[in-house]
């Protein structure tokens, strides 16, 4: 895995859609542009759902790790404008 600077880390293991993208909206408002947010989730429909969401809003996924047999997700989301 490339290394990847996290600024902030969000777990929403256990947490079903929509709660993990709710968090994670709310996280990245909370951070300054170029920061990286890391979101660890189980809920596979994070992984399609955080990917439409960064490009509507500018945002950009910059590194993930997908593991759905141990169902867990991890993204780093790093703020845009």
Do not use: Y
Request: hydrophobic fraction near 40%.
């Amino acid at each position: 895995m490339t290394e990847v600077s996290v600024d902030r880390e969000l777990d929403c293991s256990g947490m079903s859609c929509p709660v993990p993208m709710l968090k994670a909206k709310k996280a990245i408002g909370e951070l300054e542009i170029g920061q990286v947010l890391k979101l660890i989730a189980t809920d596979p429909t994070v992984v399609g759902d955080m990917n439409a969401w960064t490009q509507r809003a500018q945002h950009e996924v910059v590194h993930q790790d997908l593991d759905a047999e141990a169902k867990r997700f991890v993204l780093f989301v790093r703020k845009g404008t």
